[in-house]
């Protein structure tokens, strides 16, 4: 089983749709991470979180320490938010960075 | 701007030659990382380095090397002794520990024929 999990795996949405990518994990963490990663490959950090909810414009990410779960929200969702959504966290016992697999998300027009 | 740059975005080579990854931060980021992104899977550790002339393995580190002479540069070698070098490398960079501002360059996708 990965430490971190996310879902769905990939995601196909009508433009405007309330948009909602979860991520599961199994270890204690110091900090938990969203990250976009567009078509092109590059990745632009989005989050980071340790306690309670961010907000930046449209997007939302929540996170509950003692359930180890974080949701990433989407509200007014548009065809440029179509990219993949990763999940990373820190892992408290030894530093290292454990990244999800990604959820593709697609939004159509 | 500071930023994170790595080069080339697409790279192909002949199996069995050796190919050098360029990664360069203008951020004065004491840590850098290499990772490899394979389809379906999340990004894998290859190397990492915390302070100049130190790095240490990551989870993957076979087949390929690593130096850092510089604090601005990492740059990766792929050697032939890679079973599967085909994959995107990712580059980035942080103030160690901290991740309030991890930056990741645009990536090179490797293709060796």
């Known amino acids: 089983k990965n430490e971190v999990e996310q879902s769905p795996q990939n995601l196909t949405a009508q433009e405007g749709e309330f948009i909602t990518i979860n991520c599961s994990y199994s270890?204690?963490?110091?900090?938990l991470h969203w990250l976009q990663q567009h078509p092109g490959g590059g990745i632009v950090s989005l989050f980071m979180?340790?306690?309670g909810k961010k907000k930046h414009g449209r997007l939302i990410a929540t996170i509950n320490i003692q359930e180890k779960h974080s949701s990433l929200h989407i509200t007014a969702s548009h065809p440029r938010d179509s990219a993949v959504y990763i999940c990373?966290?820190?892992?408290?016992?030894?530093?290292?960075?454990?990244f999800g697999k990604g959820t593709r998300l697609h939004i159509l027009p | 701007d500071g930023g994170i740059t790595q080069s080339p975005k697409y790279l192909f080579r002949k199996e069995g030659q050796n190919v050098t990854l360029s990664c360069e931060q203008n951020l004065n980021h004491d840590a850098m990382y290499w990772y490899r992104q394979d389809p379906g899977q999340g990004l894998r550790l290859i190397y990492y380095?915390?302070?100049?002339?130190?790095?240490q393995k990551g989870d993957i580190a076979e087949g390929y090397s690593v130096s850092r002479e510089k604090k601005e540069s990492f740059p990766l070698t792929v050697t032939s002794a890679q079973k599967n070098p085909t994959a995107f490398y990712l580059c980035?960079?942080?103030?160690?520990?901290?991740?309030?501002?991890?930056?990741f360059g645009q990536g090179t996708r490797l293709t060796v024929v």
């Open positions: 990373a966290v820190r892992s408290r016992r030894d530093d290292k960075i454990i």
């Open positions: 270890v204690g963490i110091s900090a």
């Open positions: 380095s915390q302070i100049v002339n130190d790095f």
């Open positions: 979180l340790s306690s």
């Open positions: 980035a960079s942080e103030v160690h520990g901290t991740w309030t501002e991890a930056f």
